[in-house]
């Protein structure tokens, strides 16, 4: 140990002496490593770190699944909830949920938008989770005509209530309904949360909510989603066969509700993240390229200061000090380098990861917070050792190779030996064929993003500013609500600076489309098939505020009301799909939960991408909302105005009409519209930056070592041209040797960067993975940039005078 410390302090003084090298290599590693850090904290919060939950390892996700779609993921009934609490066995209990932005207001309470979860009985016990204040909810509270109880977070406890331990005796109002504060979670705790757009504000019982205790036992009613806990000794594999089973049962026992249904058993944590597993995997392998060409960076760098230091290894080797003294003191350079570099990166990946945490898309967010923990610091210190050995054992080679006749070498330069320059091609190949592979991948991202740009959504998004609200069904009938529609419309529309206003619900992009069964009189269907169509409600106007054109027909008009005869307007795909070759106004549609209801096509308008920019335009109908009112809509206001002035024109007209409303926070459609693409946006903007930092480390790196070729052959450059050669000729000589080593790298990249899009395929849109522009392109720009870090030191050459050159050293 002593004699490696001695060595510490020997590397020490060594590297201060070349603080350019030094200087370049630590910022290369710094680079390198702080990438790494950063994008697998992502990976670690991903894939890795246990959900913030007793046994999270054994929760599970239970969806409805469309048996025909695959695609199309559905909800679970109350009734098809319970049959599989009851009959899956490898559950050791099983929970559904809904979970909805509610208003809540109570005594000396303003009104406030909360993300709500009703949840069935055995919730708590299954998350595994005690509350910090009061109980959870008790059998009674389940009962459709149980007590009315909410468990509230520890964020609203502190928000609203002051962190006040007597909010035990509080009554709140929600959604107009009175219920009891009856405990208090513990800081942290925010499930389920599969549809929360925000972080859950509290927990209610199921029975609670009004739509679905008016269809506690209507199996048609699909909006529920599963979460249960495995049974000891079962896997996620029986859960699922077995939850299949039973949904198939209830197929051929129910099959007017049942029809097309079963359900998906898998690992919560795995169904947080299953969207993004794939490309968090993809960018932690675009980072370690990144690494990997950084350290050949640093090899080529270690590589040429070895061979500029033969001679002091040769005096070495002549004092008596053997291959593995040698190997000490490159190591603990090495560690040197490596730990620097290591303790730099790891505060540019801790900065980076606080700076990535804001930009996440809200896919990777909602599975739990990004930070540098334990496995990412574990993960870094790997990377040092690995780097740390890498820096001692590459120029170990020439070292051991130095000898006694090192001394007698003339004065004029330490010349590179044939191996050695061989390795510098290969390092230099390496760096061009990972730069290329990367730049290959962004520039596929790329591709896809313009086209996906182009893309017309079908409306306008612009100046559209989108608020949402729920009338509580305890206030509010069906008449009602399409009264308070109404008037408020009255009101906005007459604000100054509204272009127009209109509601939809579910709203465009924000929450696609619900989905029904489609019955079309006199067309009956074969047993055991169901047709079925995307669905919103709209008001009149909702096609001019959004832009969507109206192609044949008519609009929605204030007489579309509960009283008038029932009308629908629907899209081309729907046209084309379900009434081919024919003339689909005045053509009758049923659609419905439950009793359908027979409706006369009034409209046909233009298709618009709904559900999000990325995905097709499907069948869609649209029905007045006047004659279907729905309790939660979004309103839609074009304006030239700023959000927050239109929104809070809105909440005071809004506040006239019912001061116990409330707004969820406003946005506009085009932030919904890039929020659909935005986990794409995401991966091109990182593996962009990547392949950008990877062609500059390349670029640095190539010309680096084309400098020092130069300057080692300076001498032979110098006779050159004292023999008649041209300037011109020299830059081409030099300029060819890196042609040359960029060609074979080009090859090899080529090759990887064909096997690795194949990985990108499912991420594209609208381009090949083998698109030809961008494997066209990448080679042209890495070909240019590795000419010009060759062309510079060659010109520096070219116009050194020959005398100089050839008396030089």
């Given at each position: 140990m002593p004699s490696f410390i001695q060595d510490l302090r020997h590397g020490a003084r060594s590297l201060r002496r070349s603080p350019g090298f030094t200087l370049a290599t630590v910022l290369?590693?710094?680079?390198?490593?702080?990438?790494?850090?950063?994008?697998?904290?992502?990976?670690?919060?991903?894939?890795?770190?246990?959900?913030?939950?007793?046994?999270?390892?054994?929760?599970l996700s239970v969806w409805g699944q469309d048996t025909q779609r695959t695609d199309r993921n559905t909800g679970l009934s109350r009734l098809d909830a319970e049959d599989l609490r009851q009959k899956v066995k490898s559950f050791d209990g099983f929970v559904a949920f809904d979970v909805n932005g509610v208003t809540l207001t109570g005594p000396n309470l303003e009104p406030e938008r909360v993300e709500a979860a009703a949840v069935s009985e055995d919730f708590f016990r299954v998350a595994g989770v005690k509350p910090l204040l009061g109980r959870v909810l008790i059998d009674e509270e389940f009962l459709p005509n149980g007590a009315r109880a909410v468990v509230i977070s520890h964020g609203l406890w502190k928000r609203r209530f002051g962190a006040d331990p007597r909010v035990l005796e509080r009554m709140v109002e929600m959604e107009g309904n009175a219920y009891q504060v009856v405990g208090?979670?513990?800081?942290?705790?925010?499930?389920?949360?599969?549809?929360?757009?925000?972080?859950?504000?509290?927990?209610?019982?199921?029975?609670?909510?009004?739509?679905?205790?008016?269809?506690?036992?209507?199996?048609?009613?699909?909006?529920?989603?599963?979460?249960?806990?495995?049974?000891?000794?079962?896997?996620?594999?029986?859960?699922?066969?077995e939850a299949r089973s039973v949904m198939a049962a209830l197929t051929q026992a129910y099959p007017d509700s049942n029809q097309r249904t079963s359900a998906t058993v898998m690992g919560l944590q795995a169904r947080l993240s299953q969207d993004t597993r794939r490309p968090a995997l993809l960018l932690l392998g675009a980072v370690s390229l990144l690494l990997l060409i950084a350290c050949v960076n640093v090899a080529q760098l270690l590589l040429a200061r070895a061979l500029a230091r033969q001679q002091e290894f040769a005096v070495r080797t002549a004092l008596g000090a053997g291959r593995l003294a040698l190997a000490r003191q490159l190591l603990a350079e090495g560690s040197l380098l490596a730990v620097t570099g290591g303790v730099l990166g790891l505060l540019l990946g801790t900065w980076g990861t606080d700076a990535l945490s804001a930009l996440l898309p809200e896919s990777v967010q909602q599975v739990q917070t990004v930070s540098v923990d334990g496995l990412a610091l574990v993960?870094?210190?790997?990377?040092?050792?690995?780097?740390?050995?890498?820096?001692?054992?590459?120029?170990?080679?020439?070292?051991?190779?130095?000898?006694?006749?090192?001394?007698?070498?003339?004065?004029?330069?330490?010349?590179?030996?044939?191996s050695a320059l061989r390795w510098r091609a290969v390092l230099v190949s390496t760096q061009v064929a990972l730069a290329l592979v990367l730049l290959v991948g962004a520039g596929l991202l790329v591709r896809s993003a313009q086209r996906l740009a182009a893309v017309d959504p079908g409306y306008r998004s612009e100046n559209v500013t989108l608020m949402r609200y729920n009338l509580p069904a305890a206030r509010y009938t069906g008449e009602t609500m399409a009264t308070f529609y109404a008037r408020l419309?009255?009101?906005?529309?007459?604000?100054?600076?509204?272009?127009?206003?209109?509601?939809?619900?579910?709203?465009?992009?924000?929450?696609?489309?619900?989905s029904l069964t489609l019955d079309i009189p006199g067309r009956p269907t074969a047993p055991g098939e169901q047709q079925?169509?995307?669905?919103?409600?709209?008001?009149?106007?909702?096609?001019?505020?959004?832009?969507?054109?109206?192609?044949?027909?008519?609009?929605?008009?204030?007489?579309d009301t509960l009283t008038s005869p029932p009308v629908v307007v629907v899209n081309e795909s729907f046209a084309r799909r379900f009434f081919p070759g024919e003339e689909v106004l005045g053509k009758r549609v049923m659609i419905g939960y439950g009793d359908k209801v027979e409706r006369e096509v009034v409209g046909v308008v233009g298709d618009v991408r709904g559900r999000a920019l990325d995905s097709p335009a499907e069948p869609e109908l649209?029905?007045?909302?006047?004659?279907?009112?729905?309790?939660?809509?979004?309103?839609?206001?074009?304006?030239?105005?700023?959000?927050?002035?239109?929104?809070?024109?809105?909440?005071?007209?809004?506040?006239?009409?019912?001061?116990?409303?409330s707004m969820r926070k406003p946005t506009t459609l085009e932030a919904n519209l890039e929020r659909s693409v935005a986990d794409r946006n995401f991966q091109r903007v990182l593996l962009l930056a990547f392949a950008v930092s990877a062609v500059a480390l390349a670029s640095l790196g190539i010309y680096g070592l084309m400098a020092y070729s130069v300057a080692q052959r300076r001498r032979e450059l110098g006779i050159r041209l004292a023999l008649g050669a041209m300037p011109a000729d020299v830059v081409r000589l030099v300029m060819r040797q890196a042609l040359r080593m960029c060609a074979v790298g080009l090859g090899v990249g080529l090759l990887l960067a064909l096997a690795m899009s194949q990985v990108l395929e499912g991420m594209l849109y609208d381009v090949s993975a083998t698109d030809p522009l961008t494997f066209l392109a990448v080679p042209v720009l890495l070909l240019t940039v590795v000419a010009l870090a060759s062309w510079l030191p060659a010109r520096r050459a070219s116009k050194v005078s020959p005398g100089v050159a050839m008396s030089a050293d």
């Open positions: 290369a590693l710094a680079l390198g490593i702080g990438a790494n850090t950063m994008l697998f904290s992502v990976v670690s919060a991903l894939l890795l770190r246990p959900l913030p939950l007793p046994g999270a390892d054994k929760l208090v979670m513990p800081q942290g705790f925010d499930f389920p949360r599969e549809g929360a757009s925000e972080p859950l504000g509290l927990w209610a019982s199921l029975a609670s909510q009004d739509f679905i205790r008016d269809n506690w036992d209507s199996r048609g009613t699909h909006l529920l989603v599963g979460m249960a806990r495995l049974a000891p000794g079962a896997t996620v594999e029986q859960a699922n066969a993960y870094t210190a790997g990377l040092v050792l690995a780097v740390a050995l890498l820096c001692g054992l590459a120029p170990l080679g020439t070292a051991v190779k130095a000898s006694l006749g090192g001394l007698l070498q003339s004065t004029r330069g330490t010349s590179a030996s044939k419309l009255e009101r906005v529309r007459a604000q100054a600076g509204v272009e127009a206003a209109a509601h939809v619900t579910p709203g465009v992009v924000t929450g696609g489309g619900i079925d169509t995307s669905y919103r409600a709209m008001s009149d106007g909702a096609f001019a505020t959004l832009g969507i054109q109206l192609k044949r027909g008519r609009d929605f008009t204030t007489q649209y029905a007045p909302l006047g004659q279907t009112p729905w309790p939660g809509t979004t309103l839609m206001v074009r304006s030239r105005l700023p959000m927050e002035s239109v929104a809070a024109a809105v909440k005071a007209e809004m506040a006239q009409l019912d001061s116990q409303l």
